[in-house]
């Protein structure tokens, strides 16, 4: 079998292969630096990591102000980069996961650059601005998009600021997990997602533009979960690809081993889209919670969907937030308290976010090594007795 190309990005030679990030402390050091350290990209979520470091917490708990908090947050995103790198051992790159969406965003960025990580990825949002707040910084600049136009969109934008993207990556919404890149649920389905329709425009792109073909490498994220996937859109235009949920139930994932019994176990029928609080439509397991919520999200709209409401954490951590705002089409609950109870496990009121298809092993729990062989080199782990 031929061995696959490599995947590189400012000048790093990486396998083909990408841990996408995962909020509130699933992809933390620990997942990061792990799969860094087997020579591929690792991602650290930016979004409130707190939970893993209790003296945080404990400060956060004695003075509960939203200064407190962001600054709690900023203190851990350094920590677990620092963790991180320190587990690459040197290996792969250890990247940072910005949502555009969240308030916290450049101090995410700023934190990222001056705690030496190696990338940083941008999605739920355009990144427009973000060559701009990282002038001058050798770093990596991956935002995620999801089809040709918003591609164009940011080449352009940034070509005026005489940066390219060091890669792209390239979600779909009909298979990703956690918050997706379209403006409804109804957007979903639509073709214009399709990788193969997304790579050859994007491709022309590059064309009209003056960029050669293989100047950025493309990383097409959502529903690949097999050797034979990897390949199939490495032959057909990208240069890598994007998983999240596989490496959110690996052994080294940095969640409580319940959420990854919760994601590794569910079925597709226990699989759910619906509108987040940020306005995004999300994709999540049928969880107590989330059953209960969707069932009385009309009513929770007719009887509160216009109010605001004051934050219950006190982190203000939306740009826009459905319930906080008052915003009647966005959703209506705390997104961080839902994640923070996925995080440890709380089967009865977390948000489980989880990409559509079946995983590469099913419901086993493998490590990330196991799992980046049989992505790579369709080599698979020897049957346990």
Not at 57 to 82: D, F, S
Not at 250 to 258: K, S, V
Not at 268 to 282: C, M, R
């Amino acid at each position: 079998m031929t061995p696959l190309s490599p995947l590189t990005i400012r000048g790093r030679t990486l396998l083909p292969v990408v841990q996408g990030g995962m909020g509130v402390g699933v992809s933390a050091h620990r997942l990061a630096g792990t799969v860094a350290r087997e020579g591929a990209m690792g991602t650290i979520s930016s979004i409130d990591l707190r939970h893993h470091h209790p003296d945080l917490m404990e400060l956060c708990r004695q003075n509960p102000v939203q200064a407190t908090l962001e600054a709690a947050n900023q203190t851990a995103l350094a920590r677990e980069i620092i963790a991180a790198k320190a587990l690459s051992e040197g290996r792969g790159m250890v990247a940072v996961n910005v949502m555009r969406a969240v308030a916290s965003y450049a101090e995410a960025v700023r934190t990222a650059c001056e705690s030496g990580a190696d990338a940083i990825v941008m999605g739920a949002g355009l990144p427009l601005d973000l060559p701009d707040m990282t002038e001058g910084v050798d770093i990596a600049l991956i935002p995620i998009l999801s089809d040709s136009r918003g591609i164009a969109l940011v080449l352009k934008k940034w070509m005026k600021k005489k940066r390219l993207p060091d890669a792209i990556v390239i979600e779909h919404p009909a298979h990703a997990g956690g918050h997706l890149g379209v403006a409804s649920v109804a957007d979903i389905p639509s073709e214009r997602f399709e990788f193969a329709r997304v790579i050859e425009e994007t491709m022309q792109t590059f064309d009209s533009l003056g960029l050669s073909r293989t100047q950025i490498p493309l990383i097409v994220a959502g529903g690949i979960n097999s050797h034979a996937a990897v390949r199939h859109w490495l032959t057909l235009g990208a240069s890598g690809v994007q998983l999240g949920t596989a490496f959110a139930v690996t052994e080294e994932g940095d969640a409580h081993l319940e959420f990854k019994r919760i994601l590794a176990d569910a079925k597709p029928d226990d699989i759910a889209e619906f509108v987040s609080v940020t306005g995004l439509p999300a994709r999540a397991v049928k969880t107590p919670w989330l059953v209960r919520y969707m069932r009385q999200e009309t009513k929770i709209r007719e009887k509160i969907g216009t109010k605001q409401q004051l934050c219950e954490t006190g982190l203000n951590c939306l740009t826009a937030c459905g319930w906080r705002d008052g915003i009647e089409k966005f959703g209506h609950f705390c997104i961080d308290a839902r994640l923070s109870a996925a995080l440890r496990g709380d089967r009865e009121t977390g948000l489980f976010f989880r990409g559509r298809e079946i995983l590469p092993f099913g419901s086993a729990i493998r490590s990330v090594r196991e799992l980046l062989d049989l992505l790579v080199a369709d080599i698979r782990p020897a049957v346990s007795a």
